[in-house]
Structure formats: structure tokens, C-alpha cells
């Protein structure tokens, strides 16, 4: 599959264009804002042919696709066309709200990476330069180049106003002007300043320089000043008074109240990382270093990229991303044994095709593709990146640009502390190899598929038989002709036999002692499958009542559970689903149907118990 049919692949699995609100990348994975997650097939797409994994995180469908993400978005961008930009609000789900901040902060920062990473490789290339004395550190193409390393950072505001904007959906250009009067020369001055507008409004005069959080700040008001006087002023004379009014609100209240505040924020939050490192730099190095690659897994790595960013504006380095460094050099090690080690020819290509974008600082694939397989691999490298990133602070390491923690990064690294990322990295490696030589196959189930043949041969003269099989009702009420439900796919029965049921006390029991293979975010949907007879049903509350958002539903169960006949899984509301002017009709459908010789479904009308089958399968 090229890159082509693999976004064609992935729009077809997610709903298609129009169920895209707005989409993104960053260095490993495609971010999408779906308008209805329901009808992302999650399944499906974890089994398509390079991509490494999905999940939810915060309101983005993430896809996680390794160094390949940029040419298959590159694709992707031509399939969907869309405006990313449009003013269209999108209800975000409701979460904590640390979560949310951290997500905003991630969304809004990502897109502005490429040319700060460039930044900070090109910064430390022109250090070992220095440092090695190829080149005078006065002349004219180190001062070029040294301005040309230094300009994103220095006027990383405009940057940051940019991507803002797009997250606050408010107008880009308006956001940039906010960050011209944070970048403005009144605003860049030795020592702090105050003036003061209309005579008695004191402005604290702040080098705005390299900071993230002030212009963040800035544009999310201006998104809701702007908005109030979109909805005021008649449009004839609204591009002229919207913005003009805009500013004039805006730019006051930013400078005297949210840029400072965002500012200081920013710089205590990077003293307070700063006072937790030196306060016991074994200890957070271990901290750190071991969780890193648990961050990753869950997608929230992002997160720190703000705090790395100010410790570098406040300080001039980031002891985190020293830290970082060391536990990608762990999980690229660690992937680095498994190929060797492996015995099989599909397992060590794996292996090799992630270990260069390991070293390289994509640890996605290595990761996704690989040490999730081999849990005691994962633990040896959060192991291995843990010890050396303790050495590594305990020496003094430090990073002095913004960039992607791998070995081509590490003339970023050139500097005082230079020797502990270095024997810090050696260790790593040593312990990182030496674990997971040891602890390689210590927690997977390698052996499981020969233990579950031997387990399968010794019930086969029970369960395997030629016989009926009966599936009993999960539900207490009354069977529907199908010919009445309004919804094709089950009234033909598209997915497998269906039987449609009205429910007496809106409760659904489990019908056989069961896995739990599927559960709906909505909750109105169940997929089960019999530990005895491997029978999978699809229960399916009410037609269209994925609309609801789960209001109604009460699940007992989550996927993966083990529950037995008779359990209670699932409650619902058949009043709040009929106000609604929805059908509360209980849909069972046995989903692999085609694996039996014959199914016959029962017929009858009257009421129906969980004692009564509903089908009667010949295998």
C-alpha cells in the first residue's frame, strides 16, 4: 500500500471528508478533529498496513503513522477539501481542566516545531563550528548564520500567533498585529519599565522576546472581544470598526493584565521545573527519564514542549530535553537487541526499519511497532532511559536549543555539560541492552498461541461438535418484525442475523458468559462474544441514538471485561430516548453469522425472557 492508498484508506475508515472538522500533523502522527467520533473504525484502521496504532486524546482522533506521517498528510491534504480555518465551532468534549490546558498548549505549539527544531540544530552546528575552531565566531557567515538560528526563537510570538489563531479559530493577521505590539521596540528594554496609557494605566514594559504563553494569552482574547463586535457591527461597515475596536479593547487589556501574567507564569513554571531538578537531579532523572516513553505511548509528550521551550527562554537550556534525549537513546537501543534477538525473518525487519527513526528521535514506530509486543523490552528501556538520564543530570547535561532529542540533535547539546550527556547516553546504552537481553520475552505471552492449541484440543469434543447451539434473549420484553424498523442496515440485516426487540425495563443482561469486545463511546452499543461457543453479538440500543451523546445510557461494563449470564451490562432510558423522538427499540445481531452452517432465529411475538433463545445455531 503506497502513501496514496493509505490516506485514501484512513479518510475512508474515519467517515470520510465530511466527517472532518479540521485536521492536523506533527512529527509522528495525523491529529483529527471528527465531527462524530462513532464513525471512526478504529479497528479497521489499526489494521491497515503502516499505520502503528489509533486513540483518542482529549478531542483529536489521533493516527499514529512514524516518519511517514508528513508524506501520507501531504496526500491527505489533497483528498479533503476543506478550509481548516472556517469559523465553525466544534463542541469539545468536557474534561478536566489540566487535561485541557495541556492539550491546548500541545495543538498550538506543534504546528510551529518544524523551524524551531531547525533552530536549535542549526544553533548547536554552529557551536561545535565554533567550539572546534573551524571558523571564526566574528565573522561575517557565522553572524549570519548564528541570526538566522536565532530569529524563531527571538520572534517566536509571531510564530505562536499564528497557530493560536488557527486553535482559537479568530483572525491570524489581527493575532500577528497583537504580536508586533508584544515584539514592538517600546517592549524591548534592559531592566523592567513602566508606562503608562491615558496618564494613569501603568503598562510593565517586558522583553516579550522567545516567550510562549503572553501572545496565547493575547490571541484568546482577542478571539472573544473580536466575536462580540463580529455580532454587533452590520457588516457593511465591519471590516473597518470590528478590527479597529478589536485592537484598541484587546491590545490594552493584553499588555497591562494577560501578557505579564502569562510571562511570569511562564517563568515560575520553569524556575519551579528547575527547583525540582536541582533540589535532587537523581531523582527527577530517574523520574523523567523512565516515563518518558509511557508519554509517548499515551500521546501527551507534547505536552512538556512548552516547559522545555521556557526553560531555554529563561535559562538559556533545557535540562528536560537533555533528559529526553537519554530515553530515546533507551527505546532505540532496546529495539536495536529485539533485532538481533529475534528469531523470525517479518519480526527483525520491524525491528530494523524503526531503529534508525529511533536514533533519529521518532520513537513511534520502535514503540508502537515493536516494544509493545515485548513488555519486558518497554520496561528495560523506561529502565535504561531513566538510570542514564539520572547521570545525565547529575552531570550537569543541558540542551541549549529547542529540537527533536536524537543523535543528529547532539551538536545542540555542545556545551557546558556536554560530557555528562555523554556518558550519560553510554549508559543508556549499556543498561538499556543489558535488560532487555535479559527481560526480552520475561512478560509477553510468546508462548500463548501454543498453550491456547493445547487448551483448544482438549474441549474440542464439546464445543467444537456438529450440534445446535442456542443464544438466549438479553432483554425482557416483546420481538419487533423487522420489516418495521426504519433502518436498512438492520431490517436487511446487513451486519448478520438481527432480532429486534422492545424492552419491558430498558435493561439489558448479558445472554452467555462473555468477553467484552467492543463498547460504543455513545454507550448505546455493545459488541460481545461467547467464551463457549465463540458466537459474537452486536447489541444495539435504539435506532439513531448515537445523536444522544451517552445521555441516558448507563454502561456497567467496559471493554475487555469478563461478565457472566445474567449480568446487568447496560440501563437506559426509554423516556429520555422517546422525548428525543427516537425509536428505543433493542436490536441483537449475531455479527459472524456466515461461520454456522445455519441460523434460525426465533419468530414468536409474544413477551420474551432471558430463559427463551433467540437463535439456534448448527455449526
Request: hydrophobic share 45%; glycine share 8%.
Amino acid at each position: 500500500m503506497n502513501n496514496r492508498e493509505l490516506a485514501e484508506a484512513i479518510l475512508k475508515e474515519v467517515g470520510g471528508a465530511q466527517n472532518i472538522h479540521s485536521y492536523a500533523n506533527c512529527m509522528t502522527r495525523l491529529r483529527l478533529q471528527l465531527k462524530d467520533e462513532s464513525k471512526a473504525n478504529r479497528t479497521a484502521l489499526n489494521e491497515l498496513a503502516g499505520v502503528l496504532g489509533t486513540q483518542q486524546q482529549g478531542n483529536q482522533f489521533q493516527i499514529i503513522l512514524g516518519g511517514k506521517v508528513l508524506k501520507v498528510a501531504n496526500e491527505f491534504n489533497e483528498l479533503v477539501p476543506m478550509n481548516n480555518e472556517e469559523n465553525v465551532e466544534v463542541e469539545e468534549k468536557k474534561k478536566g481542566g489540566i487535561s485541557n490546558v495541556l492539550n491546548t498548549l500541545s495543538s498550538i505549539l506543534t504546528p510551529a516545531l518544524p523551524p524551531i527544531i531547525a533552530g536549535g540544530l542549526l544553533k548547536g552546528l554552529i557551536f561545535m563550528v565554533i567550539n572546534f575552531g573551524w571558523a571564526n565566531g566574528n565573522g561575517d557567515t557565522i553572524i549570519f548564520f548564528n541570526g538566522l538560528s536565532d530569529c524563531m526563537f527571538y520572534f517566536f510570538p509571531f510564530l505562536l500567533a499564528v497557530s493560536s489563531a488557527k486553535k482559537f479559530k479568530t483572525n491570524e493577521y489581527m493575532a500577528l498585529a497583537l504580536a508586533g505590539l508584544l515584539m514592538y521596540p517600546f517592549a524591548i528594554a534592559d531592566g523592567q519599565q513602566i508606562i503608562r496609557i491615558f496618564g494613569f494605566v501603568p503598562i510593565a514594559v517586558v522583553d516579550y522576546s522567545a516567550s510562549v504563553l503572553p501572545i496565547i494569552f493575547s490571541v484568546w482574547l482577542l478571539k472573544h472581544v473580536k466575536r462580540f463586535f463580529d455580532a454587533k457591527i452590520p457588516e457593511m461597515v465591519n471590516m473597518v470598526f470590528s478590527s479597529l475596536l478589536s485592537l484598541v479593547i484587546t491590545a490594552p487589556i493584553a499588555m497591562c493584565l494577560l501578557a505579564p501574567l502569562g510571562y511570569y507564569t511562564g517563568e515560575y513554571v520553569a524556575l519551579g521545573v528547575k527547583w525540582l531538578i536541582d533540589f535532587s537531579p537523581l531523582l527527577s532523572g530517574l523520574i523523567i527519564g523512565s516515563t518518558r516513553a509511557l508519554l509517548v505511548l499515551g500521546g501527551m509528550h507534547h505536552a512538556l514542549n512548552p516547559i522545555m521551550q521556557q526553560e531555554i527562554s529563561s535559562f538559556g537550556g533545557s535540562q528536560l530535553l537533555a533528559m529526553a534525549l537519554m530515553s530515546t537513546i533507551a527505546q532505540a537501543t532496546a529495539t536495536l537487541v529485539i533485532y538481533f534477538r529475534a528469531k523470525q525473518t517479518e519480526e527483525k525487519q520491524v525491528a530494523l526499519s524503526a531503529v534508525v527513526p529511533a536514533y533519529l528521535g521518532i520513537t513511534e514506530p520502535a514503540i508502537y511497532g515493536v516494544l509493545i509486543k515485548y513488555r519486558g523490552a518497554l520496561i528495560a528501556g523506561c529502565i535504561g532511559g531513566g538510570v542514564g538520564a539520572a547521570v545525565s543530570n547529575v552531570m550537569g547535561g543541558v540542551c541549549y536549543g529547542f529540537v527533536m532529542p536524537g543523535l543528529l540533535s547532539l551538536p545542540a547539546f555542545m556545551g557546558k555539560g556536554f560530557f555528562g550527556i555523554i556518558v550519560g547516553m553510554i549508559v543508556t546504552i549499556v543498561v538499556s541492552a543489558v535488560l532487555t537481553f535479559i527481560l526480552m520475552n520475561r512478560f509477553n505471552e510468546k508462548e500463548e498461541p501454543e498453550e491456547r492449541t493445547e487448551k483448544t484440543a482438549q474441549i474440542t469434543p464439546i464445543d467444537l461438535r456438529i450440534g445446535d447451539v442456542t443464544i438466549q434473549s438479553p432483554v425482557i420484553g416483546e420481538i419487533v418484525p423487522l420489516e418495521s424498523i426504519s433502518d436498512a442496515t438492520f431490517s436487511n440485516e446487513i451486519l448478520g442475523k438481527t432480532i429486534a426487540i422492545s424492552s419491558l425495563d430498558g435493561t439489558i443482561y448479558a445472554p452467555f458468559d462473555a468477553e467484552v469486545k467492543a463498547v460504543f463511546p455513545t454507550k448505546h452499543a455493545i459488541g460481545l462474544e461467547s467464551l463457549a461457543t465463540g458466537a459474537e453479538i452486536l447489541i444495539h440500543v435504539g435506532l439513531d441514538t448515537v445523536t444522544l451523546d451517552g445521555k441516558g445510557f448507563n454502561l456497567k461494563v467496559k471493554q475487555g471485561d469478563k461478565i457472566e449470564k445474567g449480568q446487568t451490562i447496560l440501563t437506559f432510558d426509554k423516556a429520555k430516548i422517546r422525548s428525543n423522538q427516537l425509536n428505543d427499540v433493542v436490536l441483537v445481531v449475531l455479527t459472524n453469522s456466515e461461520q454456522f452452517k445455519s441460523v434460525d432465529k426465533n419468530q414468536r411475538t409474544e413477551t420474551i425472557n432471558l430463559e427463551n433463545d433467540l437463535f439456534s445455531i448448527i455449526r
